[in-house]
């Protein structure tokens, strides 16, 4: 299986709604991210986990809320979101096996289509 | 810091033609280079990589690119377009150390005319 899944695929709620995303992946990949995209922009990395635990936090809004339940999944959770929010969230993948090694590609599911009202 | 410059929003070439897609880097020490397609509502998918070794590298769906540690650039090329082909391109850089942390370039547009 080497496919990152991820749900709902498209999703609209309000700014007082809590919302969760999900991804999955069985490939034995150790390093999982959440990245958002704007339309005609590049994806932009939110967090990073690593072996299950936050390795990177880019400065996110705490509206936002990642956990890692275990080396297969990945959620974030959605809380008091604003319209400019609205955005594809692509969640990702990659084998890490070693302290250090950044030069394995990452694997990327089709994303969450996300409209925030 | 590490980052990607993709010099060209879009890139227009005829269907038989060999294409190019500009990428040129900026990091601290040896890069790991990358390319990634992106076609509509969809997510990224992995083409082909730099690590270390032969400047040329050969990835999915009959794409190379080239490893010029001189220019820094990376450029991605394929003899001959598809239509098919048409689609985001993204550029991104990594550098070694303890992060998983990816740069991407803004992208380049390119657009297959049949």
């Known amino acids: 299986d080497t496919e990152v899944t991820q749900t709902p695929k498209h999703l609209v709620m309000g700014m007082t709604n809590k919302k969760s995303l999900k991804c999955e992946q069985h490939?034995?990949?150790?390093?999982m991210y959440w990245y958002k995209q704007k339309a005609k922009k590049p994806p932009e990395l939110m967090f990073v986990?690593?072996?299950?635990?936050?390795?990177i936090n880019e400065s996110v809004p705490s509206r936002f809320s990642p956990e890692c339940p275990n080396s297969s999944l990945l959620n974030l959770h959605l809380h008091a979101l604003q319209p400019e929010d609205s955005a594809l969230y692509l969640c990702?993948?990659?084998?890490?096996?070693?302290?250090?090694?950044?030069?394995?590609?990452?694997?990327f599911g089709p994303g969450t289509r996300l409209t925030v009202l | 810091a590490q980052s990607v410059a993709q010099p060209e929003d879009q890139v227009n070439v005829a269907e038989g033609n060999p294409l190019t897609v500009k990428c040129t880097y900026s990091?601290?020490?040896?890069?790991?280079l990358f390319w990634y397609v992106q076609y509509p509502n969809r997510g990224l998918q992995f083409l082909l990589k730099?690590?270390?070794?032969?400047?040329l590298v050969k990835g999915s769906y009959g794409f190379e690119a080239e490893f010029n540690k001189s220019q820094t650039s990376f450029h991605l090329k394929k003899p001959s377009a598809l239509v098919s082909d048409s689609a985001l391109y993204f550029c991104?850089?990594?550098?070694?150390?303890?992060?998983?942390?990816?740069?991407f370039g803004i992208g380049t547009k390119l657009q297959v005319i049949p």
């Open positions: 990091v601290s020490g040896n890069p790991y």
């Open positions: 730099y690590i270390t070794g032969d400047n």
């Open positions: 991104a850089v990594s550098a070694p150390g303890g992060y998983q942390k990816v740069t």
């Open positions: 990702a993948s990659s084998l890490k096996r070693v302290a250090g090694d950044s030069y394995n590609e990452q694997f």
């Open positions: 490939m034995g990949h150790r390093a």
């Open positions: 986990y690593s072996y299950e635990k936050l390795s």
